[in-house]
Structures are given as C-alpha cells and as structure tokens.
C-alpha cells in the first residue's frame, strides 16, 4: 500500500488529570475515505482538533506527505491544505452560498480598485457555480442567504467551502447528524465525489451503517488509542461494535 | 500529490462556459418581488406615502423647494452620523456615543480655530485644521470604543454608553459649559448656509458620504467582512478573518464620521450647540433600524438608512406645516421604530421556520 498522506504517531493530549488521547495512532492513505470511530470519550474529537490546529498536542508526531509539520492552528492547518468542517456549520447565515465559500478569501477586482478591495463578485458567483456543480449540489438562488437554505443544502455550501481550498485533506465532523433520509444521500454523495477527485476524507459519525456504506477503510480509537482498523469492505456492524466497546482484543483484520 | 493540487475546484472563472445547472438571472418580476421582501422596500412606501399625505393637505407649503431644501438641510448631519452607526450595527453592536462625540468634535475643533485669536474673518487654512482636528476628535474616541469592544470584550453598549458620558463631560469641560459662538464666517457662509447650484453644500456633502457607505459597504471586502462578523462571528474567526481588528476599524469609523459631523454642524449653526445634541444618539440609531438594520447583526443597507433618517425629519416638517405640535413628532418617530423592528423580527422568526 502506498505511504500514508497523513499521519499521527502517539498523540498524547492531557485536560487537567484527564488523559484524552494516550498515545493515539492514526493514518489518511491518499484517494480514501477513512472513517474515524469511536465511543463517546474515545478521543475522536480531540483527535480531530489536534489535526486540524484547534488544539495542540502533549506529544507526539504529524507528517504530512512525509515530513513533520506543526499544526499550530487553524490557519496554519489551512495554509498546509487540511481543512475541516466542523459539526456546527462555521457559515454566515446573512451571506450567500458564493461569499460563504469564498469567505475569508475573497476575489478582488484587479488594477487600482482591487486594491482599494473592491470585490470581483461576478468571478466569485462564477466559481461558486462551478464549485457547487462539480459537487452535483443543487442550489436553487446562489444569491439567496444561507440561513434560507435547507440543511442539507447549508451543509453541502460548508463542504464545498472545504473541498475548495483542501487540496491535502478534509475533516468532516458528523457531517449529516442534523439530516434527513434525502439530505443524507446527497451528502454522502458529495463525499465520493470528493474522494473520486482524489481528496482523501476523514468522516467522524457515529453512525455505524452509515460508515460502513461510504468508507473505503475505518480506524477505531478506545480510550484515547487506536484499537483497530478495518477494511470497510468484509466488515460487519458486530466486529465494529466490538473494537469500539473493548470485546475485541488487538488489532482487527488489519488493513 | 500535484496531481491533487491541480484538481481543486476553485476555478479560473473564466473557464466558466456552461456549468450543467447555472441558475437562470433572475427576471424583473422575480426581483421586484424579492425587493417587496425586504424592509427597505416597505420603508420606502412608508416614506413615499408620508410626503404624499403631507402634500394633499399642505400643497402649498409642504412640497415646496424651500421646505425641501430645509428637510434635507436639517437631515444632512443626522445621515452622516447614522452611515457610521449602520456598519456598527451590522457587526451586531451598537454605539451609543455619535452624539457626543459629535459635541466633543465640534468643540475641540471650535476651541483650535479660536486659539489664535478671534477667527471670523480668517480663511481656507484655519478651517482646514479646524475640520482636521475634528476628525482625528471623533476618530480617537471610536478607536477607544473599538478597543474596549473587541479586545477587553466590554459589551458595547456598555463601552459607548460610558464614552457617551465621557464624551459629554469631556466637551463640557473643555468649553466651561460655554458655547464658542465664533467661526470662521467663511465656514459659515460656504458649509454652513452656501449652495452648489440649488443644493446645500451641506446635503451634497451628506449624499457623497451616504454614496461612499453604500459603496463600501456592498462593493469591497471591508463591507464583506462588517457583514460577516455581525452574521457569525465564529465563522469569520475560522475563515481567518481578524476580527478584533476589523471591530476596531468599524467603530473607528462611526467615531470619525461623527467628528465630521460635527465639523458640520459648527458650519451650520455657526455655535457648539453643547445643549442640542441630546436627541441625536437614538435619532441616528432609530434611523439605521427604521432604515432594515438588524439590531442582531449581519444585516442592512445604508439606502435603508437613508430613508430611516429622512422619515423622522418629514414628519418633523409635516406636523408643523399641518399645525401639529412638533412633540408629535417624537412620538411618530418612537412608533415607526417599534413598528420597523417587530416586522423584522417576524421576518426572522419565518425565515427560521422555513
């Protein structure tokens, strides 16, 4: 198999006397969708955080394509291409579909007007079009709002945001937890298209079908440490349950 | 992994020929229906039936070039002030203190012009300093506003209701409670009182400042942003926006537009009026949220507020042509704003539902 593109190597992360992470483990393989299970208080949060600059880590190492970075924020995360979609949507309800996927970035007019910062909204509205339709998400009125979208529409608008500027990796926290049946579909839709375009994405749920549908591989944490990992295709929902709650010992079938 | 690189989505616009589902422009009828939608609209027709009903009854007096010419005279300081206040509002705060930042402004410029001698008879120069030194007044104190609202964290209402004060007896202070009652009468006469063809120099000045809010506001990152903070703040903090410093620049410039406010309030009632500027705190900020401003943030336009500034000042004018005692005037004005704000906040709860 090929060298992992990211790569965690006992992660340690201490709150107080608590120890969220003891030593975690944990790897993105290029073209995949990994998911990332676990029980509550597993540490997949705290992971996350750690991987995508929110937090700092006690000890332990993070390559990236082979070298060691520091993921000081998550700015920085960002810079080095990994982004993140967080659980509740970092978006601005007032601001369209267009100025939330460029937010923070937006164009500017070029010449002298574009220094003065005057907005390029015509290229903005242009790329957002382009974005939304490679990721088959339908938005009726790109110039509508966000916060008159539906949910699963806003959540398509958060991930395209993301998808636009990763160009290493995605993090999705439970990204169709607030969903319908329909919005679900679509979403995961938009995640095997991000994959297909090469994008590995990592995918924290708790929704152990739902893993098992879209995954092409899955890691378990258990008390701060990775526990297993699986191919999805093979494995069933009891094995999963297993590693997870502690009914298995060692390592799964290892992918 | 360049590969990768190369496949992301963000898109050289131009190569932008036919996406598979650009959405069609929207038509006119389509656009004037989201236009009916917004308060801005409804604030229009309020304005629009206002100067109608005033003109039936008084059309003698109240649609007439003088009276219109004194509307707009009247609403021209109040519209600068209140530009400020809507992109302060937009960020989802609110600065209490234009008013007397105002006086303060108005004041320390007043005082610099009189320094060096009785200045009535004295020229371009001294009324340049006077309108710098006003300026970086109001400039100072919105900076100081802006400081304590982002980065000490102070609610701001709290901060501008205290720099309110602040600003109040500051001006006091300085002027002993006095008056300055000289100016130059060059101010006096071009600002103040002088026309460019058949507009006041004053309401020029208003509309060019109200143009380049609007402008910014719509057309340039800096508005992107005062919107974006008011809608999410978190979210502008993730999308790596500095935030503090963008809060510090907004209420910068809600303190350096008041100083310019006051500027031209000394030009048009040649004095510091220190005792007539009570009402022009709540007068700007009913202004923004009878103009569509949400007081929750993320939300507004400075065409809104222009309107908002100008209703107040038409039913000013209309109670008295009509013989109304002009008190009524604060009660209108105290139930459109009520009013302006329940319909927002019926728009929001269907928004929600939806």
Do not use: C
């Not at chain 1, 993105?28 to 509550?40: H, K, Q, S, T, Y």
């Not at chain 1, 088959?136 to 539906?150: C, E, I, M, R, W």
């Not at chain 2, 103009?291 to 038409?314: H, K, W, Y």
């Amino acid at each position: 198999m090929a060298e992992p593109l990211l790569q965690a190597r006992g992660i340690v992360k201490h709150y107080g006397h608590v120890e969220a992470l003891r030593g975690a483990d944990f790897d993105v393989f290029p073209g995949e969708i990994v998911a990332l299970i676990g029980d509550n208080g597993a540490g997949k949060s705290t992971l996350v955080k750690i991987l995508s600059g929110s937090e700092q880590a006690d000890e332990g190492e993070i390559t990236l394509e082979g070298h060691g970075v520091q993921v000081s924020s998550p700015l920085e995360a960002q810079r080095l291409g990994i982004e993140t979609v967080y659980q509740d949507l970092a978006l601005a309800p007032d601001l369209d579909g267009a100025a939330n996927l460029y937010f923070g970035r937006e164009i500017v007019r070029r010449g002298p007007l574009g220094r003065l910062g005057f907005l390029d909204d015509s290229a903005m509205h242009a790329g957002a079009r382009k974005a939304f339709a490679e990721l088959g998400v339908d938005l009726q009125n790109a110039q509508s709002p966000v916060a008159n979208l539906s949910g699963g529409q806003r959540q398509s608008v958060a991930v395209a945001r993301s998808v636009a500027w990763a160009n290493k990796v995605i993090f999705l926290d439970e990204p169709t937890a607030a969903l319908g049946v329909v919005q679900t579909a679509r979403v995961l839709d938009v995640i095997r298209r991000i994959r297909d375009r090469g994008i590995p994405v990592v995918l924290i749920s708790h929704n152990m079908p739902q893993v098992l549908q879209v995954a092409d591989r899955i890691e378990v944490l258990r008390l701060g440490r990775r526990v297993a990992r699986f191919n999805a295709r093979g494995a069933t929902m009891e094995q999963l349950v297993a590693a997870m709650t502690g009914g298995l010992d060692g390592q799964g079938s290892a992918a | 992994m360049s590969g990768v690189t190369e496949d992301k989505v963000l898109p050289n616009p131009a190569d932008d020929t036919n996406g598979p589902q650009a959405p069609a422009e929207p038509s006119e009828g389509v656009l004037w229906r989201r236009l009916l939608r917004t308060n801005t609209a409804w604030i229009f027709l309020v304005l629009i039936l206002l100067v109608a009903f005033f003109s039936i009854l008084k059309p003698n007096n109240f649609p007439t070039e003088f009276n219109i010419r004194a509307i707009a005279t009247n609403a021209a300081v109040l519209l600068i002030i209140a530009v400020g206040e809507t992109f302060v509002i937009i960020t989802g705060g609110i600065d209490l203190s234009v008013g007397y930042v105002l006086l303060f402004s108005g004041v320390t410029a007043a005082q610099t012009m009189n320094a060096f001698g009785n200045p009535t008879d004295r020229g371009w120069d001294l009324i340049l300093l006077g309108l710098l030194v006003a300026l970086v007044s109001g400039l100072a104190w919105g900076t100081f506003n802006g400081v304590l609202v982002a980065k000490a964290k102070v609610p701001p209402l709290i901060v501008t209701l205290g720099t309110l004060g602040m600003a109040w007896g500051m001006a006091q202070i300085l002027s002993n409670g006095q008056d300055i009652r000289y100016i130059p009468s060059l101010l006096a006469s071009v600002v103040g009182a002088g026309k460019f063809f058949a507009v006041p120099w004053l309401v020029v000045i208003a509309a060019l400042v109200a143009a380049a809010g609007a402008i910014v506001l719509r057309m340039t990152r800096f508005g992107r942003y005062t919107f974006g903070v008011g809608s999410n703040e978190e979210a502008a903090r993730r999308a790596g926006i500095n935030v503090d410093r963008h809060l510090i620049k907004v209420y910068a410039l809600s303190g350096l537009l008041a100083g310019f406010g006051g500027f031209l309030a000394l030009a048009y009632f040649t004095t510091t009026t220190i005792s007539g500027h009570a009402n022009d705190n709540l007068n700007a900020i009913a202004a923004v949220v009878i103009g569509g401003t949400s007081l929750t943030g993320g939300i507004g336009t400075v065409v809104g507020t222009t309107i908002g500034v100008f209703i107040p000042a038409i039913l000013a004018s209309g109670f008295i042509i009509i013989g109304l005692q002009s008190f009524w005037q604060n009660v209108a004005v105290g139930a459109v704003l009520i009013a302006a704000v329940f319909v927002d906040q019926l728009r929001r709860r269907s928004r929600e539902r939806s």
